[in-house]
């Protein structure tokens, strides 16, 4: 790990503006990826900002009915929430699904957010990643390619967001708040939080330098049933060849959004509307844009048949 230097900020105000004026500085919470990055050299922060003291654990009604969840509200304490576990069980689900119970009683809910892809090419530091060290080349176009992305990806990148809480919260519009290094607060809808890679994969989000998530606001209960199937290669922690987030209603519609597969949880306004007409019609919606390489084809049809299987859950609930 390379040598840093290191403070706490008192304010979300301080920690941003702190940030933005130490070029290479970087945010600190539960660390449970930035950490590994560092040590093996993948993110070498000059300086770190510790957030931890800066109280926005709390998890808080909002006036329309809603909640709002504090940026460094844990994911075991935002998955045991009875709020959350009555009202918006896909997000309950999908945490459980993501991590061990150490890993989630530390990482907090905006580091879940912006953690980094697990593409093995982007942690073997001898080979070229665009998101690594940008204009060195893909190692993975080419390479191989079981676990990366078959929709939304570029000529420059076909790495896939890790996270599993993310895909919950993209079906329940969730909206994430930050305040910039001057002070000033902003709301960012989460179907906008996450970037397509494009030309530029090592920007993944749509947050200004420095600029800081205070907390997350879901919006009113969608009620209906909530489902989050994830297909992984192994029983045991594993991060998603193929999720599925989903609410369904009593009368067939439903919205969902699906992991392991793009840059970002990936939903589609048409598919949500194929959702009453079955799992191939979803899929084709959902998948019109697709461009899966020889080792990953396969997820086309995870994608459809775990789509099937969330629909089947649905009416037997």
Same mark, same amino acid.
């Given at each position: 790990m390379k040598p840093f230097t290191y403070e706490r900020a008192r304010t979300p105000a301080e920690a941003a503006a702190a940030v933005a004026r130490q070029p290479g500085a970087?945010?600190?919470?539960?660390?449970?990826?930035?950490?590994d990055l560092m040590k093996l050299e993948i993110e070498t922060p000059a300086h770190l900002v510790d957030v931890q003291d800066l109280k926005l654990d709390r998890i808080e009604k909002t006036p329309d009915g809603g909640l709002r969840i504090g940026a460094l509200v844990t994911n075991t304490a935002l998955a045991a929430d009875a709020r959350v576990r009555r009202d918006?069980? +896909?997000?309950?689900?999908?945490? +459980?699904?993501?991590?061990?119970?150490?890993?989630?009683?530390?990482?907090?809910?905006?580091?879940n957010l912006l953690q980094r892809t697990r593409c093995p090419y982007f942690y073997d530091t001898n080979m070229p990643c665009n998101k690594r060290k940008p204009g060195s080349g893909c190692a993975a176009i080419g390479g191989y390619s079981r676990q990366l992305g078959i929709v939304g990806t570029s000529d420059a990148c076909i790495a896939t967001y890790p996270g599993d809480m993310a895909v919950a919260m993209r079906v329940l519009d969730a909206v994430v708040e930050t305040v910039t290094p001057q002070g000033q607060?902003?709301?960012?809808?989460?179907a906008d939080f996450h970037r397509?890679?494009?030309?530029?994969p090592h920007i993944e989000t749509n947050l200004q330098p420095g600029e800081l998530i205070t907390g997350i606001t879901l919006p009113r209960p969608l009620g209906g049933t909530h489902i989050y199937r994830k297909v992984r290669d192994r029983a045991s922690y594993a991060f998603a060849l193929v999720s599925v987030a989903a609410v369904t209603q009593p009368d067939g519609t439903g919205r969902f959004? +699906?992991?392991?597969?793009?840059?970002?949880?990936?939903r589609v306004a048409a598919a949500d509307t194929a959702w009453s007409q079955g799992a191939k019609a979803a899929t084709a919606a959902l998948l019109a844009s697709a461009r899966p390489t020889e080792?990953?084809?396969f997820k086309v049809t995870l994608v459809e048949r775990t789509i099937a299987h969330v629909m089947s859950e649905a009416r037997t609930a």
């Open positions: 970087k945010f600190l919470a539960g660390g449970t990826n930035l950490l918006y069980g +896909v997000l309950t689900r999908a945490i +459980v699904a993501g991590a061990s119970g150490q890993l989630r009683n530390k990482a907090s809910t905006a580091g607060t902003r709301t960012i809808p989460i397509l890679w494009g030309d530029t959004a +699906v992991g392991g597969i793009a840059p970002k949880p990936w080792d990953n084809r």
